[in-house]
Every structure is written in C-alpha cells, then in structure tokens.
C-alpha cells in the first residue's frame, strides 16, 4: 500500500490537530463554521473574466479564459459542504483549476441554496435550472461535464437521475470528488476509517450524520443518497476518495454499481489521504496528481489534446 507523501502527511496531521480541538474542531465537524465563515472578495486572476448570474432563487458564476477559451464543451461545477455550506472561494480556485486543467473550458459554478432554511430538494432544484440555462444558453446536453465534490458530488449524480427520470438527456461527463452519496452513512468506511478520519472522525456530532438536508424525507432516496438509485445510461465518470476519509465506501459503492450497469467508471481511491484532498491543490503531491488525474480525463472524453 502506497504511504502519504510527507507533505500529505503534515497536511493530514494539521487538519487531524486542528479538529480534535473540542471547540474549534466541533465547529469545524458539524459545519458551523464554515456556516458563519466571512471571506475577502475574491479577485479574479488577470488571466480569467467572471460574470455573475442571477437566478430566482440563487445566484451563479461564469468563469472564463480570456485567452484561447474551449467552446466545445462547459463545466457546471457543484460545489461541497454537506448542503449546509454555501460557496466560498475555494471553488472559485477550483473553477480556475478545472479551466485550467481542461485547457479552456468555461465553468459555471452555482451558489445553491442550503439547508436548514432551504432542504430538500432545494439543492436539486437549482442544480437542475443551473443545467437547463446551460442548455437555453446553446450548449448542448453531451457538451456539458458535471463536476462537484462532497455533497456536491452526490448532487452530480442526483441531477442525473432527475434528468434520467424525467426523459432529458443526460450530461456528457461526471467529475466526482469524494462524493457523499450515502447520507444514512451505513457504509463499511463509516465504521473501518472511524479513527482514522481526520476531518469526520471519531465523533457522530458532525454534518455527516445531521437531517437538515433531508429532513423528514427518506434518507434511501436516490435524489438524497444516489447510493441507493440506478445507474443504467449514466455517462462516464471519475470518482476520486481519500483512503482514510469515512466517505470511501460511498464512492467505492456507486463505482461498483455504476460498473455493474454498463457506465464506464474510473474509481482513483489515493491512500493516506483525507475527504476532498484536492483542496491541497498544488501544495502536496497527491492532489497535483489529482488534478493532473481530472485533465486527463478530458482529454480522453472529450478526445481532444490541447496543446498550447
């Protein structure tokens, strides 16, 4: 078993340090910090422009190269926080770094309402207007790729369904970092990464085991946990996990049911690392060679090598 690279390890062991901290750590477990974060205005680099969309009941944004932009194909990007985090500027780097690694495609990240005061199926449903205006707006349904991490990545596969269900044709690709796809956390990783788990770990007070998504609805649901839904017609999809994170089995279960009924799926589970550990972005090796991981993938899906 390949061992965590030193930087990894220092990384994993601050975030372990910083949550086992019975205040700060508590907060940081549940969620409620990154609820009352507060953050500077996000500068968009020079080599980049943004716009912003304002929907009815969310607001989105437009990211692209100002420079040899892709019109090909577009990224809708559904970011993380257990449905009770709004955007922050993390997904605003990562926005950066899938045009980037894509060589040039646009990517439209949506600000989703969140639970408690928006639940179910709140985040559903903005993630289907943020891809019908994809749509309306000229792209075509194979043309757009959706990549989301967390809670963002079970939302991916949530949107499929829906759309699958309702006779829409499906996107043409699936970027799933960590998704959260189990949200009754009944998977083997829940029990077998317990202790190890630097961000979740070794408590049941934290966003993973909460209702304030799903309320009183099913927690089997295929739009709530997509674990439990079908995956016949789904397109092909990366699926990325931290050996050590509580929520590996929620990716290794949809990869294995997703294979089993004819989508083409390539599980990367990167040992020693920890739940979304592509935040690292270019600061440890494994999430450089995460992203490298992503750019690949659109190469071979969109059969295209951009050199430039």
Known sequence: MQEASIQGRVIRDMIAHVTNDNLIGRKIKTGELRKKLIEPKWRCPECFQMAEIIMPNFQMEYLCRREDPRTDYVILQLHGGGYIGAMRNAYRAFAGLYCEVSKGMDVLTIDYRVAPEDPYPAALEDAV????????????????????????????????????????????????????????????????????????????????????????????????????????????????????EMLLSDSIGVAYKAKRQGAKVRLSIYEGMFHVFQMGMMMMPESKRAWREIGRYFEVLTGVTVQH
Request: aromatic residues 14%.
């Open 129 to 244: 207007a943020a891809y019908e205006w994809l749509k309306d707006a000229g792209w075509r349904s194979r043309q757009i790729i959706v990549a989301g991490d967390s809670a963002g990545g079970g939302l991916a596969l949530a949107l499929c369904m829906y759309l699958k269900d309702h006779n829409h044709r499906l996107p043409g690709g699936l970027v799933l970092m960590s998704p959260w796809t189990d949200l009754t956390a009944s998977g083997p990783s829940y029990f077998d990464n317990f202790e190890r788990d630097p961000l979740f770990g070794n408590t049941t007070d934290s966003l993973i085991y909460n209702r304030d998504y799903a309320g009183q609805h099913d927690m089997k649901d295929p739009y709530i946990s997509p674990l439990f839904g079908e995956y016949w017609g789904f397109p092909p999809m990366l699926i990325q996990a931290g050996g050590i």
